[in-house]
């Protein structure tokens, strides 16, 4: 006879077993689907993050009837423009790539799946900066006043919720006073609200051409360590009226994604960046992992440490393997 009185084994014998005490689990309404569109000519694939392309609006618009098919519900918009300046034109002009993109994605779909742009200069600054710049650095206020008409202009285009990702002071009041003012009044902004200086950005970067030809974002992206300053950066979100925050990176970051669940009431995104994407790719193309098994653990940790909503380069493979 068995002294034991606690056996927790008892609860994983079996898999129906398993799955009636599960606690968590990640469903394909929890994802999110950034994508990059570009004003090329052809369409490409990038390199460091297989299985992503940067799609002409045609090819895009083939692409999202497969992301609908699977029912994902939102998708987000990266603009890649011929054209760049020192002040990013190409990011509040109503025919730039992302509003022209918006425009044939809402005229094919009606309202199918939510289009949410991310807002920021970078894409679209020559000098790779997410904003413009005064005596070598990015100046915060009238960086506002260009991310305000960015905002506008995509909501114009058919945005569903606009999201910002430049890490500007005030921005969130600042956009949300200039949709007002417009008669946007219902439009939902998604601000990246803790968003560190990060490394994991890399293939991004390259994704989007748009890497800082000087320096850093060191002076506006959050510094890595700061685990309060990332609490009082949401709660100043949350003030200014967004309607959903964000922590960004993952993976590095799920003790600020479970304060911040712990904290504040509002919907909380993470995004699973590029460079998180990048490493489970190249190690399974090694044989390494099993890609699919790292994945589906990956995205459950973040529903666990608190996430709502998951913005992810896997959201495609993780429907294709959840219908
Ligand atoms: C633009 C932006 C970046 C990402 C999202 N929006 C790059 C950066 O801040 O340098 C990163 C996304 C990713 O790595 O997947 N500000
Ligand atoms: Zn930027």
Redesign the pocket.
Same mark, same amino acid.
């Given at each position: 006879m068995s002294s034991l009185l606690h056996r927790p084994r008892r609860l994983r014998s079996s898999e129906l077993m398993r799955r009636l005490v599960r606690e968590t689990q990640v469903t394909v309404d929890d994802l999110l689907y =950034?994508m990059f569109v570009t004003e090329e000519a052809e369409s490409r694939s990038i390199p460091s993050m297989p299985g992503i392309s940067r799609f002409t609006v045609e090819d895009l618009c083939r692409e999202v009837e497969g992301i609908i098919a699977l029912n994902i519900p939102a998708i987000m918009l990266?603009g890649i423009p011929n054209k760049k300046d020192a002040v990013g034109s190409g990011g509040y002009d109503e025919n730039g790539i992302v509003p022209t993109a918006l425009r044939a994605l809402r005229k094919r779909f009606g309202n199918a799946i939510l289009l949410v742009p #991310?807002v %920021?200069m %970078?894409?679209y600054t020559d000098h790779g900066h %997410?904003g413009v710049l005064e005596n070598g650095d990015v100046a915060n206020d009238p960086t506002l006043e260009l991310l305000t008409r960015s905002s506008v202009c995509y909501v114009e285009a058919g945005a569903d919720i606009i999201a910002p990702? #430049?890490m500007m002071d005030g921005r969130v009041s600042a956009i949300r006073e200039g949709l007002d003012n417009s008669g946007y009044t219902h439009v939902p902004i998604m601000s990246?609200s803790a968003?560190f200086t990060s490394g994991?950005?890399g =293939?991004? !970067?390259e994704a989007?051409d748009?890497a800082p030809k000087f320096g850093d !974002?060191r002076t506006y992206?959050m510094d890595p360590p700061n685990r309060r300053e990332a609490l009082r950066e949401i709660a100043l979100d949350i003030d200014e009226g967004a309607d959903i925050v964000m922590v960004? =990176?993952g993976l590095a970051y799920l003790d600020i994604l479970r304060d911040a669940r712990e904290q504040f009431n509002t919907p909380l995104a993470v995004?699973n960046?590029?460079?998180e994407?990048s490493m489970v790719k190249a190690a399974a193309q090694n044989g390494w992992i099993d890609e699919a098994r790292v994945v589906d653990e990956t995205l459950t940790a973040f529903k666990r440490a608190g996430a709502d909503i998951i913005l992810t380069?896997h959201a495609l493979d993780f429907a294709r393997r959840h219908r």
């Open positions: =950034p990266f #991310d %920021c %970078c894409e %997410c990702s #430049d990246y968003k994991y950005y =293939p991004f !970067r989007a748009s !974002r992206q960004k =990176p995004y960046v590029s460079g994407y380069y």
